[in-house]
Nanobody
Framework: QVQLVESGGGLVQAGGSLRLSCAASGRTFSGYVMGWFRQAPGKEREFVAAISWSDSTNTHYRGSVKGRFTISRDTAKNTLYLQMNTLRPEDTAVYYC???????????????????????WGRGTQVTVSS
């Protein structure tokens, strides 16, 4: 069974940085898309960034984080990262790691921003940015 465990959240001042990690286990993730989502109080969960596990150059970001956040993965450690720089109070949310699995062995999943497409989720890590 796939397990995703996030870490690295915390309290930071506006303009600061945090790096989130997501330790993935349970299977080989070749062909998967791994993503980060976030949910602020009273708001719907929203897409932040995603990466193709098999091709680290294949990434996608929501507009408001482009240029500030960087998604990456370490296949040897089976770990997904989200480097967050120049943080803003509006980045405050619980951040979730998610995995979108291929439906057929050997198939490579295309990146999607739709949360319903993701099959596995971590429990989240809180990020709070103070002004």
């Amino acid at each position: 069974q796939v397990q995703l465990v996030e870490s690295g959240g915390g309290l930071v001042q506006a303009g600061g940085s945090l790096r989130l990690s997501c330790a993935a286990s349970g299977r080989t993730f070749s062909g998967y898309v791994m993503g980060w989502f976030r949910q602020a109080p009273g708001k719907e969960r929203e897409f932040v960034a995603a990466i193709s596990w098999s091709d680290s150059t294949n990434t996608h970001y929501r507009g408001s984080v482009k240029g500030r956040f960087t998604i990456s993965r370490d296949t040897a450690k089976n770990t997904l990262y989200l480097q967050m720089n120049t943080l803003r109070p509006e980045d405050t949310a619980v951040y979730y790691c998610a995995a979108d699995a291929p439906r057929t062995a050997g198939f490579i999943v295309a990146i999607t921003t739709a949360s319903r497409a993701y099959d596995y989720w971590g429990r989240g890590t809180q990020v709070t940015v103070s002004s």
